[in-house]
């Protein structure tokens, strides 16, 4: 093995972006630069360029539900990805969230959680 190619450090994984689930190759060779084969669309490479820079998920938990006659607790998730290495944070956050009803689906129940640009909204219309 050459001295250059031990710098190279190549990552094999699906792109979840659509359902066709392309097996993308991406190669971080020395001075960061980045290489995505397997892609068959620039999707493929935005994607794969965001998971080896700063991967990023959508948080989902769940809230207190106050006052509903049926439901304790109101699904909620993200409005936007949060890095992946923040995800246990933004849930703890979540955690503590109450909400009265009645709540509709995309309704904001915790407004720019830990200052990321993110909401959190709620997944489920609950009238009473
Ligand atoms: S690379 Fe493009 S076509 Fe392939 S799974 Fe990703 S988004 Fe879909």
Redesign the pocket.
Known sequence: MSAKSAQKKITEFT?I??P???TLNVTVEEGNNIKVLG???P??AE?ALREVTNPQRYAQSTVVLLGSKTERRLPVKTDKPVPKDRIFDVVKEIRKVKVNVPVKVGDVVLEDVLGLGVNVVATRTVEE
Do not use: L, M, R
């Open positions: 792109c972006v659509c066709v689930g392309c892609n068959k669309c999707k493929g994607y």
